[in-house]
């Protein structure tokens, strides 16, 4: 005789509750984890995009000043180069109403050599131009060329505020009056006529023809002539 057959049931695995709880930690403390991490990484970057270096400040010098910060570059070309002439840059960030500019030039002469040689001194915050010290390429010098005679820098006793202060007393303060915006441009040479160092304060018009000129004397301060 055949005994019957029963299906046998599936033995269903006990869960321990506990178990769950634990996967249920785990998964909330997993994507707790993740959250932070985000937090974490946007301050991150968020901390390197405020750090980022930002230009600096443009730094404005008056004629004697940036003259004695380009002698040892020039004495390092030359060690005799003496100054030829010195003139200022009006700029978009530096209109020379106070004396002051972000962008020298300076012409230095050395007569063991025959040469000259341009070296600039910038403050500005231009990219386009060079921060710091520059130079250019050395041409040649004709030290019986009267018209361009190197000086002695204890000449120079009168630095560009000074001048420009003894140019507005002489027709400059007017001219502002009636032009603000005008820009002032300094130049520094040695007058071989007159024997003397002259400062040169242009008010507005261009490098050739500005439209106020004034003449004084950079040893003494003293006012010499207008044009």
């Known amino acids: 005789t055949k005994l019957p057959i029963y299906p046998i049931p599936l033995v269903q695995p006990i869960r321990d509750p ?6 249920g930690l785990m998964k909330r403390a997993s994507l707790s984890f993740l959250f932070f991490a985000m937090l974490l990484g ?4 968020s901390g390197k995009e ?6 600096p400040a443009t730094e ?20 005799d180069a003496l100054p030829m002439r010195l003139e200022s840059q009006p700029t978009k960030e530096s209109n020379g109403q106070d004396g002051k500019s972000g962008l020298w030039k300076a012409t230095f002469a050395s007569s063991s050599t025959s040469k000259e040689e341009v070296f600039t001194w910038s403050g500005l915050s231009d990219p386009d131009i060079p921060r710091g010290i520059d130079h250019g390429a050395a041409e040649p010098f004709d030290a ?7 000086f002695q820098l204890g000449f120079l006793k009168v630095d560009t505020d000074k001048a420009f202060e003894v140019a507005q007393a002489h ?6 009056a009636k032009d603000p915006t005008a ?18 304060v242009g008010y507005g018009g261009t490098d050739v023809s500005p439209k106020l000129s004034v ?3 950079a040893t003494t301060a003293e006012f010499v002539h207008k044009e």
């Not at 506990?18 to 996967?23: E, L």
């Open 50 to 55: 405020s750090s980022k270096p930002q230009p």
């Open 183 to 200: 820009r002032v441009k300094y130049v520094l040479d040695w007058n071989p006529q007159a024997n003397q160092l002259k400062w040169r």
């Open 171 to 176: 027709g400059g303060k007017q001219l502002l």
């Open 18 to 23: 506990r178990n769950s709880n634990r996967k």
């Open 60 to 79: 404005l010098s008056s004629g004697r000043i940036a003259l004695q910060r380009l002698i040892p570059a020039a004495r390092f070309w030359a060690p």
């Open 42 to 45: 946007c301050s991150s970057n």
């Open 215 to 217: 003449i004084v004397n």
């Open 144 to 150: 019986s060329n009267r018209s361009t005679q190197p």
